[in-house]
């Protein structure tokens, strides 16, 4: 059987055959990559309403990608205080906001209390609303700051009220190429260890991979397959989101930017390569809303959402500082052909727009 037969015939392709589809004609891989999102998800795009904050940006770990974090390029470092945090949150739920992320850098000042203890206010007073907080590096970081295993961290988010986790700090898993990006922050083993100890306690999370700087096309399709191991055993990843390296105000030199064939050719082929997960995000603060919304056609099927505010890819160029208006993005979504589903944080679906 061709590879082309074997993927319509929905059998799993292995990483030779995954390298193989970046020769594959473009409108041809993206006609797989749509026929399998069409399976899954017919002319469905979900989005949610969603608030970003990210509560401090001073950080014990240097990862050249990084413009967020307080250092020479970026001398602001700010760390919010709990009253200021629930202050937007306040203002979030008003807006009729249905999920909170949560993501700050690793500061080695607040003390543990400070990262934990937020959830519990924000989940007192507003049992509804979905707190989507820490990432793998940022639980790797407490529990090696605090002297805790990564069980005792993960407990101690349960506790506090800490839903679901976000699946940043995946970056690359190549321990090469993780090396000369973010050498010191949490290793590729531990991140999946960590997300695996969350699964097991019944939990979903997301998973990410940061691409278009030094890494190749295989080092892609090897962060594929290790996240596609894992979920073969605990099903937990509820999207992969491919994240587009920006380029502005951070200590990586890239010459020759990614391509937007390039990021959908990648896009297209998780989509094929990650069988087990469901949802496909074209995360539109890296890729662009344009971008994103012809990604939809080469095997996407979510938007993220609304955003409101947003730190991280804003600081390295993104045009996200400010999310985006919820009747816009809902009728791109529709001009574009698709059909824009609100969904919850866990993909329970909300409103069709
Ligand atoms: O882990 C940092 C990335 C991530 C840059 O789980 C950069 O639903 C591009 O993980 N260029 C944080 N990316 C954001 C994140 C995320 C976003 C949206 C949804 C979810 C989810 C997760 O941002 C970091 C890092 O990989 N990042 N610097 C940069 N220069």
Redesign the pocket.
Known sequence: MDLKSKILAGERIDFEEAMSLYEMDFFELGALANSIREEKHGKKTYFNINRHINPTNICADVCK????AANRKNPNPYTMTHEEILKTVDETVARGVKEV?I?SAHNPDTGLDWYLEIFKKIKTKYPDLHV?AL?AAEVDFLARHYNKSYGEIIDLMLENGVDSM????A?IFDEEVRDYICKGKVTSEQWLDIHQKWHERGKQS?V?M?FGHVEKREHRIDHMMRIRELQDKTGGFN?F?P????TEN?YLKIENPITANEVLKTMAIARIVLDNVANLKA?WV?STVNLALVAQEFGANDL?GTIEKES??SA?GAKSAHGVDLEEFVGLIKNSGFTPVERDSVYNEVKTW
Do not use: S, W
């Open positions: 990608f990084c413009a967020y992320h993501v989507k990432t976000p699946g940043g700090g970056e997301n990410t940061l999207a989101i994240l587009v390296y920006q951070n995360y890296t993220d991280i890819n390295a």
